[in-house]
């Protein structure tokens, strides 16, 4: 019998955890949910769980690109030039404009907290 999973959550580390969250709020969306020792955000279905560096811990920097392990997150939204116009009036970086990559499939990629890359999708579903 295979194996079979859910996706649960995406755990991050932040320096400042409630930054983190008010930009997944204020810029994606998402809900703020308080728990003990981090936040936690809903984001369109899943929990994305912040937590602090725990005091003056050192961390790695990033790798520059390209790179192996985990590249971007892949978000889903309709009319994805609206949403990029919204958020760039927020004053959202973007490191690609949304540009259509193949019939039916629309993207841009933003840089999120921490640096994090997230890539917003829409697919026209006559394609798919």
């Not at 991050?12 to 703020?32: F, K, M, Q, Y």
């Not at 997150?73 to 404009?97: N, Q, S, Y």
């Given at each position: ?75 889903t939204v309709k009319d ?8 760039k009036a927020k004053g ?12 039916g499939v629309r993207i ?21």
């Amino acid at each position: 019998m295979p194996v079979v999973v859910t996706w649960d959550h995406v755990h991050l580390r932040s320096p400042d955890p409630e930054a983190t969250a008010a930009w997944l709020r204020d810029i994606l969306g998402g809900e703020v949910v308080r728990a003990p020792g981090r936040i936690d955000v809903n984001l369109g279905g899943a929990k994305i769980f912040i937590a602090s560096l725990e005091g003056d811990n050192a961390v790695n920097p990033p790798p520059p690109h390209p790179h192996q392990g985990l590249d971007h997150l892949g978000l889903t939204v309709k009319d994805i030039d609206a949403v990029a116009a919204e958020i760039k009036a927020k004053g959202v970086t973007f490191t690609r404009e949304p540009t259509t990559i193949r019939p039916g499939v629309r993207i841009c990629f933003i840089r999120g907290p921490e640096g994090i890359s997230i890539e917003l999708l829409e697919r026209d579903k006559k394609y798919t």
